[in-house]
Nanobody, 124 residues
Framework: VQLQASGGGLVQAGGFLRLSCAASGRRFSSYAMAWFRQAPGKEREFVATISWGGGGTYYADSAKGRFTISRDNAKNTVDLQMNSLKPEDTAVYYC??????????????????WGQGTLVTVSS
């Protein structure tokens, strides 16, 4: 099983980026998919998650109103559209797949498959 994240880069404050994560090796259509991030010197934190069918989405307070998570089960992908980026959004962003079918957790230890991370740097 492999999760490949892409789309990170350097952007100015107020700009936007779209992260993508492609899963291979098995189907994840019954599992939540999520994005977490880890800034230098900080713990990895929850950003957003989307339920197995895409009908439920949850966001960290820092992401609400600016980020949108989406998924395509036919393609086994999950995306994160990030608008109005701020310098404090600078981090390595990781995609992840939940451990349990049909649930949509928001805690790190409920996710068992992780991508390698993609770096987002927002300049002021």
């Amino acid at each position: 099983v492999q999760l490949q994240a892409s789309g990170g880069g350097l952007v100015q404050a107020g700009g936007f980026l779209r992260l993508s994560c492609a899963a291979s090796g098995r189907r994840f259509s019954s599992y939540a998919m999520a994005w977490f991030r880890q800034a230098p010197g900080k713990e990895r934190e929850f950003v957003a998650t989307i339920s197995w069918g895409g009908g439920g989405t949850y966001y960290a307070d820092s992401a609400k109103g600016r980020f949108t998570i989406s998924r395509d089960n036919a393609k086994n992908t999950v995306d994160l559209q990030m608008n109005s980026l701020k310098p404090e959004d600078t981090a390595v962003y990781y995609c992840a797949v939940g451990n349990s079918r049909w649930s949509t957790p928001r805690v790190r230890n409920e996710y068992g498959y992780w991508g390698q991370g993609t770096l987002v740097t927002v300049s002021s």
